[in-house]
């Protein structure tokens, strides 16, 4: 299993990204992913929800702003990213849960936001 996240960038506040995380090796549209994100010298925390039936949750700093989608077709999970704020600078990471037993992470995408 192969999860490759992608699309950060410096943007300045106010701005919109749109994530990309490509995925490998699994039977993609039957499962449960995510987005999490770190700054650096804190926890990683969950930003974004997407079940295999594409119902979705947020974390309450970014809804109303951020969209998680998939596409089944291209095995490829998103992050749209509107009216980003300073405090959303971090590294962005897709996560696959659970995949027989295991969790899986892609590599980490930075997201810089300037004022």
């Known amino acids: 299993v192969q999860l490759q996240a992608s699309g950060g960038g410096l943007v300045q506040a106010g701005g919109s990204l749109r994530l990309s995380c490509k995925t490998s090796?699994?039977?993609?549209?039957?499962?449960?992913l995510n987005w999490y994100r770190q700054v650096l010298g804190q926890q990683r925390e969950l930003v974004a929800t997407i079940t295999s039936d594409g119902n979705t949750d947020y974390a309450d700093f970014v809804k109303g702003r951020f969209t998680i989608s998939r596409d089944n077709t291209k095995n490829t999970l998103y992050l749209q990213m509107n009216s980003l704020k300073t405090e959303d600078t971090a590294a962005y990471y897709c996560n696959l849960p659970n995949w027989r037993g295991y969790t899986f992470w892609g590599q980490g995408t930075l997201v810089t936001v300037s004022s």
């Open positions: 090796g699994l039977n993609f549209r039957l499962n449960t």
